[in-house]
């Protein structure tokens, strides 16, 4: 019987989706093949670390952990056009909006389309969209809508500070990427002229802002608010900051929001000394984090390459835990948003689609699911 070209694709798209070792072991193989090829690797370096910086080391963990590694594309309506806003998740589907104002749906685990759901959304057409109070949230023709438990839009009337946000708009300006009962947290970012992380109060109407370049992850850890930070101009650079009270930063009108101060972000003119650095360090970038099982975990990129890896931070060392996908993936203006467990790392790349998603990663129980549109 003839292989058919169905019977070819579905082989290479099942090929694509394995992970890791079948036993369930992490294989450090491909890495370390392309790291001894690199100009990295020398007679020179001091094992057991990789990687020597100012102040803060790069190994190979003792104690690696296993996830199921995947990797698949889903197909854009529109090839030139990437999404209008970050996919997110609601009511386990991931939900993308493109234009022109249409959501796509996909239902989780199995990420089969869902166009029934598709249908029940698409009664309007979209710029945005958020999950705000745990609402899925639409801006169309000016006017804010929430989705109902009955399948409705109806008109939202809660105030919101980021109007216009997210790096995924044309202009570039705010992103979420936190909000609990009290506060909605978002951030604008400046690149080399620095970032600002705010602090709206839900309930006072107040902003209070610090200095964040740029943001990547916001969590709350010992009932304080950490500010995961990243930049990849020069050699890169990356900080965490500790912010136990948000109401002693300083405080700034809606109208400030965004505007340079001397030339630089807003966030430099925070003054209160309230943020807490835990860390901060330069040729090395943080570009997400997540708590796994109790393990925080960090998106690591180090040593000059686009490779990124899963690392544990102990002592100012990073145990690289999981090599993840060996392949190059340059990641802009990411924010990690956790869904009750379930994470989402949305990224764009600025030289394939602006601020725009890109591809996001998906990361469940012990599985990781890199998925970009194609």
Same mark, same amino acid.
């Given at each position: 019987?003839?292989?058919?070209?169905?019977?070819?694709? %579905?082989?290479?798209?099942?090929?694509?989706?394995?992970?890791?070792?079948?036993?369930?072991?992490?294989?450090?193989?491909?890495?370390?093949? =392309?790291?001894?090829?690199?100009?990295?690797?020398?007679?020179?370096?001091?094992?057991?670390?990789?990687?020597?910086?100012?102040?803060?080391?790069?190994?190979?963990?003792?104690?690696?952990?296993?996830?199921?590694?995947?990797?698949?594309?889903?197909?854009?309506?529109?090839?030139?056009?990437?999404?209008?806003?970050?996919?997110?998740?609601?009511?386990?589907?991931?939900?993308?909006?493109?234009?022109?104002?249409?959501?796509?749906?996909?239902?989780?685990?199995?990420?089969?389309? =869902?166009?029934?759901?598709?249908?029940?959304?698409?009664?309007?057409?979209?710029?945005?969209?958020?999950? *705000?109070?745990?609402?899925?949230? &639409? *801006?169309?023709?000016?006017?804010?809508?929430?989705?109902?438990?009955?399948?409705?839009?109806?008109?939202?009337?809660?105030?919101?500070?980021?109007?216009?946000?997210?790096?995924?708009?044309?202009?570039?300006?705010?992103?979420?990427?936190?909000?609990?009962?009290?506060?909605?947290?978002?951030?604008?970012? %400046?690149?080399?002229? @620095? @970032?600002?992380?705010?602090?709206?109060?839900?309930?006072?109407?107040?902003?209070?802002?610090?200095?964040?370049?740029?943001?990547?992850?916001?969590?709350?850890?010992?009932?304080?608010?950490?500010?995961?930070?990243?930049?990849?101009?020069?050699?890169?650079?990356?900080?965490?900051?500790?912010?136990?009270?948000?109401?002693?930063?300083?405080?700034?009108?809606?109208?400030?929001?965004?505007?340079?101060?001397?030339?630089?972000?807003?966030?430099?003119?925070?003054?209160?000394?309230?943020?807490?650095?835990?860390?901060?360090?330069?040729?090395?970038?943080?570009?997400?984090?997540?708590?796994?099982?109790?393990?925080?975990?960090?998106?690591?990129?180090?040593?000059?390459?686009?490779?990124?890896?899963? &690392?544990?931070?102990?002592?100012?060392?990073?145990?690289?835990?999981?090599?993840?996908?060996?392949?190059?993936?340059?990641?802009?203006?990411?924010?990690?948003?956790?869904?009750? @467990?379930?994470?989402?790392?949305?990224?764009?790349?600025?030289?394939?689609?602006?601020?725009?998603?890109?591809?996001?990663?998906?990361?469940?129980?012990?599985?990781?699911?890199?998925?970009?549109?194609?």
């Amino acid at each position: 019987m003839k292989t058919t070209i169905l019977q070819i694709s %579905f082989f290479f798209l099942f090929t694509n989706l394995l992970g890791q070792k079948a036993d369930n072991k992490v294989d450090f193989g491909p890495f370390l093949k =392309d790291f001894k090829k690199s100009y990295l690797y020398s007679d020179t370096i001091k094992l057991p670390f990789l990687e020597i910086g100012r102040n803060y080391k790069v190994k190979l963990s003792d104690n690696p952990i296993y996830f199921d590694i995947k990797k698949i594309s889903l197909r854009k309506p529109d090839t030139k056009k990437y999404p209008l806003s970050y996919t997110v998740i609601y009511r386990d589907r991931l939900v993308s909006l493109f234009e022109p104002g249409i959501f796509r749906c996909y239902k989780i685990p199995d990420l089969s389309r =869902d166009l029934e759901f598709e249908n029940l959304l698409n009664t309007k057409s979209f710029s945005y969209h958020w999950i *705000l109070d745990g609402k899925l949230v &639409a *801006l169309s023709d000016k006017k804010y809508f929430y989705f109902t438990n009955e399948n409705l839009w109806k008109s939202y009337s809660e105030f919101i500070p980021i109007i216009n946000s997210s790096k995924n708009s044309e202009d570039g300006d705010k992103l979420k990427h936190f909000e609990d009962s009290t506060y909605l947290v978002f951030s604008s970012c %400046f690149g080399e002229f @620095g @970032g600002t992380i705010y602090f709206y109060n839900k309930k006072q109407k107040k902003i209070y802002f610090a200095e964040a370049t740029c943001a990547s992850t916001v969590y709350k850890a010992d009932n304080k608010y950490m500010v995961l930070s990243e930049l990849g101009h020069g050699s890169g650079s990356c900080d965490l900051k500790a912010i136990a009270d948000p109401s002693k930063l300083s405080e700034t009108q809606l109208d400030k929001v965004d505007v340079p101060f001397n030339g630089q972000a807003l966030g430099y003119s925070d003054r209160s000394n309230h943020a807490k650095v835990i860390f901060d360090y330069y040729s090395i970038q943080t570009l997400s984090s997540f708590n796994s099982n109790g393990h925080q975990l960090y998106l690591l990129l180090w040593g000059g390459y686009s490779y990124y890896h899963l &690392a544990e931070l102990n002592n100012n060392v990073f145990e690289i835990v999981n090599p993840l996908f060996n392949e190059e993936n340059w990641m802009h203006y990411p924010v990690t948003t956790d869904y009750n @467990g379930t994470i989402l790392i949305n990224y764009a790349h600025y030289g394939t689609a602006l601020y725009r998603e890109v591809a996001y990663i998906l990361i469940r129980d012990k599985e990781i699911i890199k998925i970009k549109w194609d």
